[in-house]
């Protein structure tokens, strides 16, 4: 069986049942990730606009963390937004010989997609029962709820 490459969207877990995102929890998850699957090859990706939704000492934390290439944001102009990088870099994947599973709140059709639960303290995945929604023709990026700012 191929290896995992399991593309991991930093807005879903960042936010996972919060008020706000915390970077914090985001790479908590990873970690958990990473003791439950450590053949897996992980990228972490991140809509840009994910760092000013961050409190402000997190904002300086991610900054070393796409210098330091822990995570990364889709080019500007990407089609289909986040959701066409993520399957273009699903797809890339495959080519090179891995089995790609997406971690999302998005619909990103064509790509499993694997939930994620909490399991007490830590965060548990099921990546042998990721499933795929929709076709590969379909349009990347619907069915997605955009967190709201809070008003100051």
Sequence with gaps: MARWYVLVDADALAGWRRLTPSLRQLWDAVGDLHDQFPDASVAVVADATLKWDLDEAEQEQMEEDVVARRLVYPPAGSVGGQ????????????ALGFR?????????????????????????????????????????GTGRRRRRRPVA
Aim: charged share 35%; with cysteine.
């Design 100 to 140: 790609p599973v997406l971690i999302t709140d998005q619909r990103v059709p064509g790509i499993p997609v694997c939930r994620v639960r909490r399991r007490g303290e830590g965060w548990a995945f099921d990546l042998n029962k990721a499933e795929v929604h929709g076709d590969s023709n379909e349009k990347p």
């Design 83 to 94: 959701a066409g990088f993520l399957r273009k870099a699903a797809e890339r994947a495959e």
